[in-house]
């Protein structure tokens, strides 16, 4: 039996900042101490936290790692490895992969993959299609996420458009739908009259324009709409737009059967850095206006969104070139995620009880996953150590993710992620990965 105690810290859980320990068992929390206060029984390993503030570990449950198919781009183990290093613990993975996850040989195939691959944990979402909605009832609860739907514009077959379709996936699963909400046909609507304007390509700053606040309101209202017809789970991902927010509630999420999901990106950046940024912020639903940045912070603070995640989806920069229409939508996030919301909390955005609610606590709770997202005795030892006022500057050499780049290049922060454990499994440790250590499927109840 290996034990590891982890002392002098500033532990931040459930709503609450206080000094003490924690000491790890094999690969569980078995002791939650206050200041102070020695373990109940020797320890092999002392971790001096000193000056830092140990969190659980952020669980991502938005993420595009492109495996299998896209490799050139990224891939299951250098994007995990990527998390590790940002004090993400555990990923969820999205089905728009080549195959696609649309079917149960290729989520049992990711899922084997993954066990080789990745150095955290993971678990996948179910990828909804016009014609696959009897297989929902096939799935295992306890081993799938999720089932992603697209309504609005995606690869291959998985747009969703077909309303016959749509009823039978939300009334086919108890698993949770995770929603891409986009209405397709407002989309080309404005597509189509910009190309008019300008030709084949339109320039980056009207993206917003044609993935306009309309664009999403109505398909995000459409999804709300049917969810509480048939008592779905619903959780609407990346909102992007004040207008959104009228749909959703703040009551507690354990309350909640329809919950809201706010991305990095939407809460950093508005469509004012298109000038110096350009396609590197490109995403869909597209970066918008200040106004709306301003909304979604403040719905993380009212109970509004219930979730901060990244889509983290990686593309090579040869494939960003280009305007509205033809450079790829998407950006690696996951590596500086945390720090990023870290950050937020000196200027007076968020708390950091805040941060580590939205990036750990609630997606254990919405997705029902078992022993993970707090500082519990018994639970999962997935814990991060965050130091503040430790100034490092994001440079292409300490980039993890296989694409080599960021939008946030340049950029300094005050806030550095020092170590990050998986299972109890020292993973990361000051730039050092142990590229060894295999995480776990995460388990539902």
């Given amino acids: ?19 003490g320990s924690i000491v790890i068992e094999n690969d569980r929390i078995a002791e939650v101490i206050a200041d102070g206060t020695l373990p109940l029984h020797p320890c092999d390993k002392e971790i001096d936290a000193g000056g830092c503030y140990l969190m659980p570990g952020v669980i991502d449950d938005h993420v595009h790692f492109r495996d299998p198919g896209l490799t050139h781009k990224a891939d299951m183990h250098t994007e ?16 728009n992969t080549t195959p ?45 996420c999720g ?14 458009d077909r309303m016959a379709s749509l009823r039978n996936i939300f009334g086919g699963t108890d698993l949770l739908i995770a929603a891409h909400c986009e209405d397709q046909g407002i989309i080309k609507e404005n ?11 339109v320039p980056l700053a009207l993206h917003p324009l044609l993935r306009s606040e309309e664009a999403c309101y109505r398909s995000s209202e459409l999804a709300v709409q049917l969810a509480r017809e048939t008592n779905a789970r619903l ?9 959104e927010l009228s ?23 508005t469509e004012e850095d298109y000038q110096t940024l350009g396609a590197r912020i490109k995403c869909n639903p597209a970066i918008k206006t200040a106004q709306d940045r301003k909304a979604l912070r403040e719905a993380v603070n009212s109970g509004l969104i219930d979730a901060i995640a990244t889509d983290h989806a990686p593309h090579l920069l040869s494939e960003k070139e280009g305007g509205a229409l033809k450079a790829m939508s998407g950006m690696p996030m996951i590596q500086f995620s945390l720090v990023s919301m870290l950050e937020l909390t000196e200027k007076g955005v968020f708390t950091i009880e805040k941060v580590v609610e939205k990036m750990a606590h609630a997606p254990a709770q919405m997705y029902e996953i078992q022993n993970r997202g707090f500082i519990r005795k018994g639970y999962q030892a997935d814990l991060v150590l965050v130091r503040p006022g430790s100034e490092w500057t994001v440079t292409t050499d300490c980039i993890l993710s296989k694409c080599k780049w960021s939008p946030l290049e340049g ?18 440790n000051n730039g050092e990965i142990d590229e060894t250590y295999r995480g776990q499927e995460l388990r539902f109840r």
């Fill in 1 to 19: 039996m290996k034990r590891t105690w982890i002392k002098n810290a500033r532990i931040v859980n459930e709503g609450k900042t206080f000094h």
């Fill in 80 to 95: 995990s490895t990527a998390a590790a290093a940002g004090g993400v613990t555990s990923f969820m993975d999205m089905p």
């Fill in 100 to 144: 696609q996850t649309t079917n149960l040989e290729a989520l049992e195939a990711k899922f084997a993959d993954a066990a080789t691959k990745s150095v955290v944990n993971y678990s996948f979402y179910f990828g909804a299609t016009n014609n696959n909605a009897d297989m929902l009832s096939q799935l295992d609860k306890t081993r799938i």
């Fill in 147 to 160: 089932v992603k739907l697209f309504m609005g514009a995606s690869t291959g077959n998985m747009l969703v």
């Fill in 191 to 201: 597509t189509d009259k910009y190309k008019k304007e300008y030709g084949d390509d």
């Fill in 235 to 243: 959780h609407i991902m990346h909102i992007s737009t004040a207008k």
């Fill in 247 to 269: 749909l959703f509630s703040n009551v507690p999420l354990v309350q909640k059967k329809i919950t809201a999901e706010a991305c990095v990106s939407h809460l950093l950046f």
């Fill in 411 to 428: 950029h300094t922060f005050d806030w550095k992620v020092e170590k990050t454990f998986v299972n109890g499994h020292l993973l990361y």
